[in-house]
């Protein structure tokens, strides 16, 4: 019966629960004043949440901005050594290259102020303050569930367990209550002493920031301003000797003995004759025509009786 008795006890607060998200059941035991804290409560925690990324996306944006600053630095320093040291043109970026570089520096040290001002007292009440308050928020609302479901009891089962079990609920719920009106006011004095002495901290930094970055330009400006706007790059080269092409060598070359290939054609050959007469003369040796029609014969009486052989195999074969 108790097992049956606390089911029935948890399917009512899920109900309860329920219809209130949905607007269809008002919080019996639940006064103004301590939904307007559990409002605040939830204001201020999505308020500081929000803060809390917004302000890490600005310091590491402001970190990449500071690396690319370095990187365009080093290259205009780059660009500007070497062959265009002693030219305008390479004084120039010199002297933008330099200030690029101090800007970098001068950004990173600003983040880490961004950081320490904004950024790190924001995350640490959000981490410890609200997030305590936020737990005692939950139980407080368990105990509210609770205590609802002990009064229905006792409307509808009179009894004495019953009325022992509303009083314990109804001393859990008051003491929730108090301590999230405790946890609230804790966190509204936190922010009203110190988040704005961080606010005009961080702002008193980044105006600083932007001062010097200011005067920084404005240096690279007056450092720029004396050089030509147009600056012809000059350099010394070594000239070489013209190239006079050589003449090409003669040599006389001397055949000795080297064979002679003559042929005459009386004809178009066929496959029947060929009436050609060739002669390869070479010292010791000698050949006509008549052999190379013999070979071929030769060889075209061997490709027949090769197909004659091949055809009766497979006939006699697949047959």
Known sequence: SEYVHTERKQWYQRRV??????GKADQSVESEDV???KTNLKTIKKGYKQINHSGKAYVSESEKLAMTTNELGDAL????????????LGSGLHTLGTQLKTMSSVTQNYNAAT???????????????IKRASDIKKRQEMARL??????????????????EELE???????????????????????????????????ANSQAQY???????WTQVENQLAPLPTSASVTTTTTVLNAYVPQPTPTYETTYINQ?????????????????????????????TQSEYVHTERKQWYQRRVLFFFFFFFFFFFFF
Not at 17 to 22: D, I, L, Q, S, V
Not at 78 to 86: E, N, R
Not at 115 to 129: H, Q, R, S
């Open 259 to 287: 064979p002679v290939y003559t042929t005459q054609h009386t004809q178009q050959p066929t496959a029947a004759t060929y009436h050609e007469t060739s002669t390869y003369s070479q010292p010791g040796y000698q050949s």
């Open 115 to 129: 950081n320490t001002n904004l950024v790190g007292p924001i995350g640490k009440l959000l981490d410890v303050d």
């Open 168 to 202: 314990i609920a109804r001393q859990s719920y008051e003491q929730t209550t108090r301590e999230l009106n405790e946890a609230l006011t804790l966190i509204l004095a936190e922010i009203g002493n110190t988040l704005m002495v961080e606010l005009k901290s961080w």
């Open 35 to 37: 939904r307007s804290v």
């Open 210 to 216: 932007y001062r010097e970055m200011s005067e920084l």
């Open 146 to 163: 609770r205590y609802d479901s002990a009064i229905s009891s006792v409307k509808s089962h009179k009894g004495g367990k019953a009325e």
């Open 77 to 88: 320093l780059s660009l500007g050594s070497g062959i265009l040291t002693s030219t305008s």
């Open 17 to 22: 629960r329920g219809k209130e998200k949905m």
